[in-house]
Nanobody, 121 residues
Framework: QVQLVESGGDLVQPGGSLRLSCAAS????????MGWYRQAPGKQRELVAR???????IYADSVKGRFTISRDNAKNTVSLQMNRLKPEDTAVYYC???????????????WGQGTQVTVSS
């Protein structure tokens, strides 16, 4: 069984910063892509940022220059540093990872439970 656990969501004022973290645990053989998605009320879930095992990254246009994704392959963790936060960044943020379990030939997508980020004065 694989589990993703997120932390770091909070209420922050516009212009502030937050750091989200996500740790994958369980019988993990390898992790390919790791990423962060978000879902605001009444909207579809959208990609925020994604990172490969070799460190290549991709960002949504709305967060480029403000957010930075990083990962620690040895610890199976991924983080999202969010700076210059805006009210429109308010959403539930979900961690996602493409994982191959031990003794399995195939990979599957796993999701965390979500962490609330609220940007408001």
């Amino acid at each position: 069984q694989v589990q993703l656990v997120e932390s770091g969501g909070d209420l922050v004022q516009p212009g502030g910063s937050l750091r989200l973290s996500c740790a994958a645990s369980g019988h993990i053989a390898s992790i390919n892509l790791m990423g962060w998605y978000r879902q605001a009320p009444g909207k579809q879930r959208e990609l925020v940022a994604r990172i490969t095992s070799s460190g290549n990254t991709i960002y949504a246009d709305s967060v480029k220059g403000r957010f930075t994704i990083s990962r620690d392959n040895a610890k199976n963790t991924v983080s999202l540093q969010m700076n210059r936060l805006k009210p429109e960044d308010t959403a539930v943020y979900y961690c996602n990872a493409n994982i191959r379990q031990l003794y399995s030939p195939s990979k599957s997508d796993y999701w965390g439970q979500g962490t609330q980020v609220t940007v408001s004065s």
